[in-house]
């Protein structure tokens, strides 16, 4: 099959592998602890006193994030194409749970001002619902058979939902140089930040791609 065969493919699904993981394991993670599975977390009041939204949110993302790496391969839509219209269908709907249960939990969690000030409360905020309305406005693009239009908005809806692990990476590289975690508008900056990186290059992708 091609996808075996295709270096670049093969780099692409690498790429955007390594760009899940950190959220995906943390996630899967902070799920196992909640139904009474071993701590390997820091203690979250705010997810153990409510912990429905953060559940419904690793469900959506995880899937939203492997599954859809997948989708953005040329191969697959070229030879199995009924494979990539299964899990498209799949992917919508997970991003559309991972997108509304984060506003939920942007919106309702109590969160310090040191992780969460007005500036990361509003991106986070304005970005779930533009998820929202480029996975609505996707699906009814390949409805219509309108492929350019389907294909740049789950390009962009896709970088949104990426934006936990640029934001890992970013965080990491912060505390290498400085030894501690980002607070307050910084690290409202640094999350900003790798949203912006996410939205540039799906903005590249989509002016590189041949429908």
């Given at each position: 099959?091609g996808?075996?065969?295709?270096?670049?493919?093969?780099?692409?699904l690498a790429s955007?592998f390594?760009?899940?993981?950190?959220?995906?394991?943390?996630?899967?993670f902070?799920v196992?602890?909640?139904?009474?599975?071993?701590v390997g977390?820091?203690?979250?009041p705010?997810?153990?006193?409510d912990p429905?939204p953060?559940?419904?949110?690793?469900?959506?993302?995880?899937?939203f994030?492997?599954?859809?790496a997948?989708?953005?391969?040329?191969?697959?839509?070229?030879?199995?194409?009924e494979?990539?219209?299964f899990?498209?269908?799949?992917?919508?709907?997970?991003?559309?749970?991972s997108?509304?249960?984060?506003?939920?939990m942007t919106h309702?969690?109590?969160?310090?001002?040191e992780?969460?000030?007005?500036?990361?409360?509003?991106?986070r905020?304005v970005?779930?619902?533009?998820m929202?309305?480029?996975?609505?406005?996707?699906?009814?693009?390949?409805?219509?058979?309108?492929?350019?239009?389907?294909?740049?908005?789950?390009?962009?809806?896709y970088a949104?939902?990426?934006?936990?692990?640029?934001q890992?990476?970013?965080?990491?590289?912060?505390?290498?140089?400085?030894?501690?975690?980002?607070?307050?508008?910084?690290?409202?900056?640094?999350?900003?930040?790798?949203?912006?990186i996410?939205?540039?290059?799906?903005?590249?992708v989509?002016?590189?791609t041949?429908?």
């Amino acid at each position: 099959m091609g996808l075996l065969k295709n270096k670049k493919e093969r780099a692409i699904l690498a790429s955007l592998f390594v760009l899940s993981f950190i959220p995906v394991v943390g996630g899967t993670f902070r799920v196992f602890e909640i139904v009474g599975g071993p701590v390997g977390l820091p203690e979250n009041p705010r997810i153990s006193n409510d912990p429905l939204p953060a559940i419904l949110h690793v469900f959506g993302a995880v899937p939203f994030c492997i599954l859809g790496a997948f989708q953005f391969l040329p191969s697959i839509r070229k030879h199995t194409p009924e494979r990539h219209r299964f899990n498209g269908k799949i992917v919508a709907l997970t991003g559309i749970l991972s997108a509304v249960s984060g506003l939920w939990m942007t919106h309702y969690y109590a969160l310090p001002i040191e992780l969460q000030g007005n500036l990361l409360y509003i991106v986070r905020m304005v970005l779930g619902i533009a998820m929202v309305v480029f996975i609505v406005r996707g699906v009814v693009a390949i409805k219509n058979r309108r492929i350019p239009i389907h294909g740049a908005s789950m390009i962009r809806a896709y970088a949104i939902g990426q934006g936990a692990g640029t934001q890992a990476l970013i965080g990491i590289t912060w505390i290498v140089f400085f030894g501690e975690e980002a607070t307050g508008l910084t690290r409202d900056v640094m999350m900003t930040l790798a949203w912006v990186i996410n939205l540039g290059v799906a903005e590249w992708v989509i002016r590189k791609t041949s429908w």
